[in-house]
C-alpha cells in the first residue's frame, strides 16, 4: 500500500501547526513552568530562564490522531543486569476451585460465566435419583434397627419374667440372641448409610429434597458445562437450563481474582544467570498511547523440568500484588533483574530514538501542552535491544514511541520552510534528492 498520500496529508497537518505556533511565539518545553514569553526582538527561539528546552513544535489533536502517535515515560532501569523473555498471565493450579457432580442426575445452573460471585452463593442445584435412593436407605436403616431393638427389648423383658418365675427357654434365650444380632447388623447398615449421606451433605446442601451445590470461596466463574440463565437475587427455586450429567462431571469452575501469576518460557540456552528468588517485573500493556500507571512485580521461580522438545524452560513470576490491568491471557515481557550490582539510569525504549544526521534525538511531550512536542538531542548508552540507557531527558518525560519518525520529518520541514531550496526531485518514497536524476 503506497503512503505518500498519507504522509503528505500528515505534513500538512504538522506545518499548519508550526504556522499557528511561530505566530503565537515561544514555547517553552517540560521543564519551563513560568509564562510563555517572547523575546523583544520577536525570535521567539530562546527562553530568559537560561535552560535549554530544544527545537519546539506544535502538532494538534487532529494531527497527532492522523500520525497515530503513542509515548511512553522514561524511567531509570537497569539495562545492562535485565533478561527479557515473552509470556502471558495464567491462572496459578491451586487458584482454581472446580466444582463437580458427585452423583448423576438433573443439574441446572444458577451463574453465568465470567459472573463475580461471594462465599456461599448458589452455583447449581442437583436432582439426583440415587440421592433419593440413598436418603430411603437411611430411612430403612433407621426402620430396620427400631424394629430390631423393639422385637429384642420385648423378649429380654419375656425371658426376665421367665427367669423370675424359674423357669429356663433354652429358645427363647437363642431367638434373643439372634434378635440381638440382627440389631447390631442394622445399626451397621445405619452407620454406613448415614455416614455416605454425610459425606455428600459436606459439599452440598439439601432443599427440597435436592442438592444446592454452594461457592465455598470468591472468585469469578472461569467456565460452566451446563445452560444456566440469572436468577433473582435470594433466590434459589428458579428455573435454569438444566442438563442430565454423570457423576464426577465438572460443572463450574471458580478462579479467585488474586491467583494469577505470569509464565514465560525461556530458551536453556538464555537463562544464563536467571534462578529462584530473582525480583522480576511485567510492564502493563499501553492504551491510547498512555502507559498504566502499575506495574507488576514479583519474585522469580525457575520449573523444575525443561521442555526437551522446543529446549525451553518455564519461568514463573509469583506477583506481590495484582493490579487491574492483570488479567489471565495478557500477554506481556517478563523482565527479570540478574545483576542487582548495575547502577539503573534512564532508559527509554529503542524505538523512541531516531537518527538526524549525525545526533540521535528523542522527541519530549510538553508537560504544560499536549500539542506541543520538543526535539531532543540525546546520547545513548547500554542497550539490552528493547530498551536504551539515554542521557539529555530527565525521568518521568513523556517519549514519543510510536510516531518518532514522522515528526523528524516535520522538524525537518519546519526548519527547512523558509530556507533555499536545491533543485532536485521527490522519489515515490516521499524522500528528497538534488539533481534532475
Known sequence: MNRTPYIVLMMAALLWGCSREEE?????????????????????????????????????REAQKLLALTSVTAEKRNVQGTARFPGRFEVRPSARRVYSAILEGVARAYVQPYQRVAEGDVLFRLMSPSWVQQSGQVREAEAALAF????????????????????????????????NAEA??????????????????????????????????????????IGSRECP????????AEA???????????????GVWFRADGLVSELAGVCDGLRGCVTPPKHGGTPCATVAEGVVSVAWSADADTRTRPLYLTLNAHPPWVKPGVPG????????????????????????GLERVVFVRDAHNDEVFIRKEVSLGVSDGEWVEVTGVETGAVIVLHGAYELKLAFAAT??????????HFHADGQFHEGED
Open 24 to 60: 503565537q511565539g515561544h514555547v517553552h518545553g517540560p521543564a519551563c513552568s513560568h509564562e510563555e514569553a517572547v523575546k523583544p526582538d520577536g525570535g521567539g527561539d530562546d527562553c530568559d530562564c537560561g535552560e535549554d528546552h530544544g527545537l519546539p513544535v506544535r502538532i494538534t
Open 148 to 179: 430390631a431393638q423393639a422385637e429384642a427389648k420385648i423378649l429380654s423383658e419375656r425371658l426376665e419374667r421367665l427367669t423370675a418365675a424359674g423357669t429356663k427357654s433354652a429358645d427363647l434365650e437363642m431367638t434373643l440372641k439372634l434378635k
Open 184 to 225: 447390631a447388623k442394622a445399626e451397621a447398615a445405619l452407620k454406613s448409610a448415614a455416614e455416605a449421606r454425610q459425606a455428600i451433605l459436606a459439599y452440598y446442601d439439601e432443599d427440597a429434597g435436592e442438592l444446592v451445590f454452594k461457592a465455598r470461596e470468591a472468585g469469578i466463574v472461569e467456565r460452566i458445562e
Open 233 to 240: 437475587p435470594g433466590a434459589c427455586t428458579c428455573s435454569g
Open 244 to 258: 442430565w450429567i454423570q457423576a464426577g462431571t465438572e460443572i463450574v469452575s471458580v478462579v479467585r481474582e488474586d
Open 333 to 356: 515481557v517478563l523482565e527479570i533483574i540478574t545483576e542487582e550490582s548495575g547502577e539503573a539510569a534512564v532508559a527509554v525504549p529503542v524505538s523512541c530514538v531516531v537518527e538526524d
Open 415 to 424: 526548519r527547512g520552510a523558509n530556507a533555499p531550496r536545491a533543485a532536485g
